[in-house]
């Protein structure tokens, strides 16, 4: 199946050497097999795979605005059923800038009136087709054109929005968050994901070499130290029960992912222990999550 040939994100398309949404996004279609159709946002993975009259997609795949790829994917699912076409899977699919920021309201009445659709966040923690402006799911300390980091602040000062509980205060009975670097477990969620009827939520991160300033050859590496670190958690919450996917027995100090990328490159020891520490907090407070009776559901 993973033949070039047999991909369904073809080659050829304009993404920087290293890009990791082009990763996810091939990792995507070869769980989703053909029977699927994708609305895309504007964004890197929009404007890099379908310069007209090109395009690297070999299923159905319509541009939407940034603002509004929720809504026309739940269009798109309601006319196939209409048509009789229930088993044909729909995915809305975006960066983080068009789904938890510009994207947000569409998603989010688009999950509480409960369609069919997989909403899938390719994550890369800023704007970076637009010149790497900072997102709500831009991480502490990063420095970005709209959070620079000089004298009078390092970088952004505010943590990265928490989106899939926030798809979880919607209801939803499945929501997980994903890595290129651990590209099984992935492709498992989106096959769950898609078996499961209703709205469905998944967040992949995925580093992006030009807006990271990191090297395009470590891609991987540095989707993976982000886990290792505990600065990404993997985890899947059904029915609101969380269950986490990896559980490093010690997360690896912070300073691993964050020295060797640009945006990080102006911070303190200080920022490093702060970053650290609340990562370590994060992760113990999803592990007492694991270990509770408590289904997430149960306080709507
Ligand atoms: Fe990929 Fe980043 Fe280049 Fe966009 S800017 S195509 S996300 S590497």
Redesign the pocket.
Known sequence: MNEPENELLAPGH???A?????IAIRQMLRATGKNVVICEATG??EV?STAYPETSWKVPWIHVLFENVSSVASGVKEALIKQGKDDVKVIALA?DGGMVDIGFRALSGAMERGHDVLFLCYD?EAY??TGVQRSGATPFGAATTTSPAGTEIAGKQEWKKNVPFIAVAHGLKYVATASIAYPEDFQAKIKKALSIKGPKYLHVH?P????WGCD?AKTIKYAKAAVETGLWALYEIEEGKLKLNTKPSELKPAEEYLRGQRRFKHLKEEDIKKIEKHAKQRFDHLLELENSEISLLKVL
């Not at 992006?208 to 807006?211: I, L």
């Open positions: 304009r993404t920087c290293g890009c990791g949404p082009a890197c993975m890099t960066g890369n970076m087709n995925c992006c070499p030009v807006g395009g």
